[in-house]
Nanobody, 126 residues
Framework: QVQLVESGGGLVQAGDSLRLSCTAS????????MGWFRQAPGKEREFVAT????????SYADSVRGRFTVSRDNARNTAYLQMNSLKPEDTAVYYC???????????????????WGQGTQVTVSS
């Protein structure tokens, strides 16, 4: 099993930046592929970004490409989501997810990930 804990959410103004962290514990002897998703009130959970186990491959949703950057520090079992130029429409609960996969495949579907964190709220005011 893998346990995930997100942190770093908060209330910011449009144009500000935030960095979310996701720390994994449990079965992390090999760093898993990680994904970030978000869910706004009244909307379905959607893909934001993903990073391969090595950190060498990343993918982003069109809505965040160029503003968000996903990275990881495997020595710390932690993945990060750097969010710049935040917009009110980025307001959501952000979740990290993990998949014990060590290929170069990038996973963007909710169903690809068996392990999820509890989520952290990001609110962007206009």
């Amino acid at each position: 099993q893998v346990q995930l804990v997100e942190s770093g959410g908060g209330l910011v103004q449009a144009g500000d930046s935030l960095r979310l962290s996701c720390t994994a514990s449990g079965r992390t002897f090999s760093s898993p592929a990680m994904g970030w998703f978000r869910q706004a009130p009244g909307k379905e959970r959607e893909f934001v970004a993903t990073i391969s186990w090595s950190g060498g491959m990343t993918s982003y949703a069109d809505s965040v490409r160029g503003r968000f950057t996903v990275s990881r520090d495997n020595a710390r079992n932690t993945a990060y989501l750097q969010m710049n130029s935040l917009k009110p429409e980025d307001t959501a609960v952000y979740y990290c997810a993990a998949r014990l996969d060590y290929s170069t495949t990038l996973y963007t579907r909710i169903t690809d990930y068996p392990y999820w964190g509890q989520g952290t709220q990001v609110t962007v005011s206009s």
